[in-house]
């Protein structure tokens, strides 16, 4: 393989916590968040704006470091330790385990209030990264083969980057009820991916024999000579319903990503191939020192990555949908305080291998014209959720954080969870014109 | 509101606390990989045979001064030695009249030809292609004969009886004048006899000299005769060999490291076929691995097989020998292996009494593989 190749694959695993778009749902909440017509498209604002940097991403995954360490008295054993059982590492992890993240930085936003309509422009980079490893890896290095053959296929990583630019609109069809929709055209920036689906060990007396099976796609112009290359390209939608019934009282139900693009992959390789070793081959004494062994299995390991004898592929295309996204939320002012609001938020996503579905009840304070928080705490797919956000007014800048996490806890100097979970940060800076 | 933001705040705390137990300072880094075992093969090592030995210089030189190997490998024992010289001023001197001719009688003499294939005998192997030969240098230029017998016999070395007595006339053998190594006996023991020619002799011996003898020495720097003796002979390895050292000396130790015990082992097997081309048969006995610093057997390891027959073989029919020597810990983990102590014991292999010896047999492990169970633990903290 070529070192662009590897370079790729380098950066395609270096970017595992590299993250999505995902829409900022404490927004809902927020009354001095310009950019919640991301949240929804109906959502319409009441003043012009325009923001240079929003800077969003979340992970989930659906194994936490309790997946491979354990508590033991006054240790912390690792699930390779003799003394846990296979039944619990690693019987009690998933098929998979899968780290999934996403990525959303907003380069550029503008809108502008026109009447009873509000028209948002926006320029984004979005990305994700996926992550995948079989349990059967972990399986064979606690139990070993005895005598058989050992499956490690389904490895999968991947990583994609595309541009967005999006037009949306909100109109204010009465006094209560509001309709959205925002039309995004997508581009493909960068993508890779890697699978390997099969992956054979099969170790006995007489031989150990590796077969394999994988492929590694990227982005990019097969032809080296063509500097600018198009990799694609598609559409999607996002729509929106925001309804006030009754003085304080707020609906919203919108559906993001509705859509996809054509991901052309340049440069693709494929490798088929297996690998046996039968022992040495007439080892002499004289050859029976520590050098000459590590030569022979370095020699060997060589011999192992010639068999994979990659191949160069034709480029293809493949269409690939977006992650979409359902949100559903209620909040009601208090007759008593009206800075003060409470709620509940539901959100599904839909990726493809490790969908998501969560549930929080939510309040939110405004106790002055400039500052708004909120804070949520529910139930998710993976566990135990809670988030909170604020916005700062300052002059004609607001400035908005939020974070979202799960409940599972952390290693301790670490902000690796113990279990499954989710979490999310969004940081944005905007300017009323 | 006083109470509520507090307690807001309060849920967020506990709910994003690090959970000290999982603090990574307590990790215990021992890892087992394998627990169910997992079986490598490790295919074939050696031949390590006898040439290879001899190009070790110690062990080369002691060998090479003991026998040497012909170009297909085979042990030859070879020896030549100038066992009597008579000096022709001495006849003259002792002749009655030094310008007749004259019959010139010498005593028996005898010398003992087996060069190491004696080495050979002691340990029980047998001769074959035995042939000796029996030279006489003529330093005088002028022809003569000969009289009385070359006796040659070889001796049983277990009873020290004669196994074999020969003895061939020597009389009115010519020997032409001014010759060097005129072989005057030549003979190839029947192969029969196996054991090595212990004794050659000349009995009765005489030289029927010319007259005027001073005037016939070939040259002042060589004016002796000489008898030279030769002799030659394979070693086979016959039905004899039954050197069972661990009855003379006890158990043998080796010294050695293999150091496992950073792996904490509990079982391990290795599986191979002994194929050897050495027509013998060892045997060894009562093994034992030795552990610590100072190398002692280990009452808390199993060794099994605790004897092991290794079959002999010969270069056209290798003998086969399938082991499967398995080591458990009795309590713990397999700790390293710093020697091995052992009875060994060698004794002919049936059916190959006839194979001559050669360099080129030797001892290779086929088909190797190992098993390990229990799994290999690595950053044990004992």
């Known amino acids: ?433 | 509101m006083k109470r509520l933001i507090p307690l807001l705040f309060s849920i967020l705390a506990i709910a994003g606390c690090e959970n000290q137990a999982y603090d990574l300072d307590r990790l215990d880094k021992e890892v087992t990989l394998f627990e169910d075992g997992i079986a490598v093969p490790l295919g074939n090592v050696g031949p390590f045979t006898l040439e290879l030995a001899s190009k070790s210089e110690t062990l080369g030189k002691v060998m090479s001064n003991l026998f040497q190997a012909e170009s297909d490998g085979t042990i030859v024992c070879q020896g030549s030695e100038e066992f009597y010289r008579l000096n022709v001023y001495e006849v003259i001197a002792k002749s009655e009249n030094p310008s007749q001719p004259t019959t010139f009688k010498i005593f028996d003499k005898s010398t003992s030809p087996f060069a190491a294939a004696g080495m050979f005998m002691m340990l029980g192997f047998s001769t074959a292609d035995q042939k000796i030969t029996m030279e006489l240098t003529n330093p005088v230029r002028e022809a003569f004969t000969i009289g009385g017998s070359a006796e040659y016999s070889c001796t049983n070395t277990m009873t020290y009886e004669p196994a074999f007595k020969e003895t061939k006339s020597l009389d009115g053998m010519s020997i032409p004048s001014s010759s060097d190594k005129v072989k005057i006996l030549e003979r190839s023991i029947p192969d029969t006899v196996t054991y090595a020619v212990s004794n050659l002799s000349l009995k009765d011996f005489s030289f029927s000299l010319p007259g005027d003898l001073m005037n016939k020495i070939r040259s002042s720097s060589s004016a002796d005769f000489v008898f030279t003796s030769n002799y030659s002979s394979h070693i086979a390895a016959g039905d004899r060999i039954n050197f069972d050292l661990a009855s003379l000396l006890g158990s043998i130790s080796v010294f050695f490291k293999l150091p496992i015990g950073a792996y904490c082992l509990e079982d391990a097997e290795v599986s191979f076929e002994l194929q050897s081309t050495v027509p013998m048969q060892v045997t060894l006995s009562d093994l034992k691995l030795l552990t610590g610093e100072m190398p002692a057997e280990n009452p808390e390891l199993e060794v099994t097989p605790g004897t092991l027959v290794i079959n002999g073989g010969s270069l056209e029919k290798p003998g086969v020998t399938p082991v499967t020597l398995r080591i458990k810990s009795l309590s713990g983990f397999i700790p390293d292996i710093t020697g091995v102590k052992v009875g060994l014991k060698l004794s002919s292999a049936p059916g190959y009494e006839k194979t001559l010896l050669s360099m080129k047999q030797g001892i290779s492990v086929k088909s190797a593989s190992g098993t390990l169970r229990g799994g290999i633990t690595f950053g044990s903290n004992e």
């Open chain 1, 1 to 433: 393989m070529n070192k662009r190749i590897i370079l790729s694959l380098a950066a395609l695993l270096g970017a595992a916590l590299c993250l999505n778009a995902q829409s900022f749902q404490e927004g809902f909440f927020l009354r001095n968040y310009n950019l919640a017509y991301q949240y929804n498209p109906a959502f319409v604002g009441d003043n012009d704006f325009l923001s240079a940097g929003k800077l969003g991403y979340s992970i989930r995954n659906n194994v936490g470091a309790g997946s491979f360490l354990f508590p033991d008295g006054g240790s912390l054993l690792t699930g390779l330790n003799s003394s846990i059982p296979a039944e619990t590492f690693p019987g009690a992890l998933p098929e998979n385990s899968r780290i999934k993240g996403m990525m959303d930085i907003s380069l550029v936003s503008y809108g502008f209030r026109r009447g009873d309509a509000f028209h948002t422009i926006e320029l984004n980079l979005r990305g994700t990264a996926d992550v995948s490893v079989p349990k059967e890896v972990f399986g064979f290095l606690k139990q070993g083969t005895g005598v058989g053959t050992v499956d490690l296929g389904r490895f999968h990583v991947e990583d994609n980057v595309f541009a967005e630019l999006a037009y949306g609109y909100g109109h204010k069809v009465n006094d209560w009820l509001s309709l959205g929709a925002r039309a995004k055209l997508l581009v493909p920036v960068q993508g890779a991916g890697c699978d390997i689906t099969r992956l054979d060990v099969t170790a006995s007396q007489e031989l150990l024999l590796i077969g394999f099976r994988g492929r590694l796609d990227m982005t990019g112009s097969p032809d080296k000579k063509k500097r600018f290359w198009l990799n694609g390209g598609g559409l999607a939608v996002d729509l929106g319903i925001v309804a006030t019934p009754a003085e304080g009282l707020t609906m919203s139900l919108s559906l993001l990503d509705l859509g996809g693009m054509f991901w052309h992959y340049g440069k693709g390789y494929s490798s088929v191939g297996s690998f046996a070793f039968k022992g040495f081959d007439k080892l002499g004494s004289d050859q029976l020192n520590g050098q000459y062994l590590k030569d022979y299995f370095l020699e060997k390991g060589m011999d192992f990555v010639k068999s994979l004898k990659p191949m160069q592929q034709r480029s293809w295309w493949e269409w690939q949908w977006l992650p979409v996204q359902a949100n559903l939320g209620i909040k009601y002012e208090m007759p008593f305080y009206r800075r003060l609001a409470l709620g509940a938020t539901g959100r599904y996503l839909g990726c493809a291998g490790l969908p998501y579905w969560e549930g929080r009840f939510g309040l939110e304070i405004n106790p002055l014209d400039w500052l708004d928080m909120t804070g949520n705490f529910g139930k998710g797919s993976q566990g135990l959720v809670y988030g909170f956000a604020a916005a700062v007014r300052i002059c004609r800048f607001r400035l908005t954080a939020g974070y979202q996490n799960g409940c599972s806890g952390t290693v301790p100097y670490s902000s690796v969870s113990i279990g499954p979970n989710f979490k999310s940060m969004t940081l944005s800076l905007t300017y009323d014109l």
